[in-house]
């Protein structure tokens, strides 16, 4: 994967450290009196606020059972966070003994390693309960209500400008530099994109309602048109491959452990199990052609067979001290390939612009990695119950708090919103769309426990206390 990234403003220096609801610049003697860049206080108030606690209570892939200890939002956090720091002080280092230089090393000395893990530590704070399966109910219940409907993505940029607590101003007030660089699509949802990619279709970073704080941090870049994708920042790319090879390292780790994904077995070319998988991968293609990666199945069985074949376990996991050792020093080689495998360098073909490439096979093999957890624990025959259940539920939260939120006397019944939900609502513009996005609000910040404690006390489903704290949510 290669392309070019941003050049930047003579004034880059000075715009970096804006915040988006404080003003331009701090008075001198402030800015003196100082203890922390700009960038360390945006990675502080995002590790302290409670959106990044929530998500201790919201899964990865599947919830802890059976005495296994998995990955959920939290811990995946905070390892793309390290990972993404790591990676921009790797690229200082290059920077510093001239292996990267030119525009490329301008670049990268403008990066802030503390910007990146910042951003890092917000990308899945506007991950619902649930999930992909919550985002895809949340979308479609809200779609033709409100403009953009629900993203997880979008909605994580809301929460660190507007909806998080810290002061009299909306959400956490960061910097231009940390909001760019959270900004993973940065764009706006198109509908219909005409965009070859229909990138702008499936995925976009914020909505109508934020975009003050999408033009704020983006003031560096041209305006969006209709047929060119949008770049992302430096800090953005590192965010996204820190994400992504990260999350494809330790869920086959976890389910390794569990017994479920069979890497011992996949690195035998001669095995059946080899043959399984390619037949599921076949599955997955024909049900949805459009989630399926940009590779052919056998390119996906071959990788995963020489990547197990090299270094992967070569038995199933056995609970030993050795057998744990040799599954860290796997992922670790993993994560040390993926890290080197990103590269920025001088742009030979486009004079004043810088290069970003990350090695082809690195990014076929998280390709690889992820379809494993895709094949053998997301579409599992018993998943399919479990989240049926999980989609009826969020639906019916859904159409509960819609209808709720009814100025009609006789419809509506703000009291069974939280109290901040309620404030919002009654003081908000009394119109669907500014009800619906206070629901959507409401919803993607529950945990999956109260999300489910909630639903029961709804749907009348057992019975609970009538100071329950459950009503207190928000």
């Known amino acids: 994967m290669n392309r070019t990234i941003e050049g930047l403003p003579e004034d880059w220096e000075k715009l970096r450290s804006q915040r988006l609801w404080t003003g331009d610049e701090e008075p001198e003697e402030a800015a003196a009196r100082r203890r922390r860049r700009p960038a360390e206080r945006d990675r502080d108030r995002i590790l302290y606020s409670a959106a990044l606690q929530r998500l201790s209570a919201v899964t990865q892939v599947t919830a ?20 993404g720091r790591r990676n921009v002080e790797r690229l200082h280092r290059l920077v510093a003994r001239g292996e990267v230089d030119g525009k490329a090393a301008e670049v990268v000395r403008a990066t802030d390693p503390d910007a990146v893990e910042a951003a890092c530590l917000a990308h899945d704070l506007g991950h619902p309960p649930f999930g992909h399966i919550a985002e895809e109910v949340l979308h479609r219940k809200s779609k033709d209500i409100v403009d953009g409907g629900f ?16 002061n009299v ?64 920042c430096l800090g953005a790319e590192i ?12 869920d086959v780790d976890d389910f390794f452990r569990a017994g479920l994904v069979p890497l011992d077995r996949l690195r035998n070319p001669d095995d059946a ?131 709720a939120s009814s100025p009609d006397r006789d419809a509506g019944n703000p009291h069974l919103f939280p109290p901040g939900a309620r404030e919002r609502l009654l003081k908000g513009p009394d119109d669907m769309k500014s009800r619906a996005r206070v629901v959507l609000d409401l919803i993607s910040g529950l945990t999956e426990s109260s999300a489910t404690q909630l639903h029961h006390r709804l749907c009348g489903v057992g019975s609970g206390p009538a100071l329950d704290a459950i009503a207190s949510i928000g």
Not at 151 to 166: D, H, K, P, W, Y
Not at 239 to 250: E, K, N, P, S
Not at 319 to 337: M, P, Q, V, Y
Not at 342 to 368: H, M, N, T, W
């Open 64 to 83: 802890p059972e059976l005495g296994h200890s998995f990955h959920n939002r939290l811990g995946h956090t905070l390892k793309v966070a390290q990972v």
């Open 151 to 166: 993203e997880g993505n979008a909605q994580s940029f809301r929460i660190v400008t507007r909806l998080a607590v810290r």
């Open 169 to 232: 101003n909306p959400g956490l007030d960061l910097t231009r530099e940390t909001l760019d660089s959270i900004l993973k699509y940065p764009w706006k949802h198109w509908p219909k994109d005409p965009n070859p990619a229909g990138k702008r279709e499936k995925k976009w970073g914020y909505y109508e309602d934020d975009r003050e704080a999408f033009d704020f941090a983006r003031s560096r870049w041209p305006a969006e048109t209709k047929d060119e994708l949008p770049e992302k």
């Open 239 to 250: 965010m996204d491959w820190a994400d992504d090879l990260t999350y494809a390292v330790h």
């Open 273 to 403: 199990e080899l043959k399984r998988f390619k037949a599921r991968l076949e599955e997955l293609k024909d049900e949805d052609a459009k989630a399926f990666p940009s590779y052919s199945i056998d390119e996906l069985v071959a990788t995963v067979q020489e990547t197990m074949s090299s270094d992967g376990p070569g038995e199933p996991y056995s609970h030993t001290t050795s057998a744990r050792a040799d599954l860290r020093e796997f992922g670790s080689k993993l994560i040390t390939e993926f890290l080197e495998a990103f590269v920025v360098s001088e742009d030979a073909e486009a004079a004043g612009k810088a290069r970003l490439d990350i090695d082809p096979p690195a990014v076929r093999k998280v390709a690889a990695l992820k379809m494993l957890v895709r094949v053998y624990v997301i579409h599992r025959p018993g998943m399919a119950v479990v989240q049926h259940g999980q989609r009826r539920m969020i639906a019916e939260l859904f159409d509960c708090y819609l209808a």
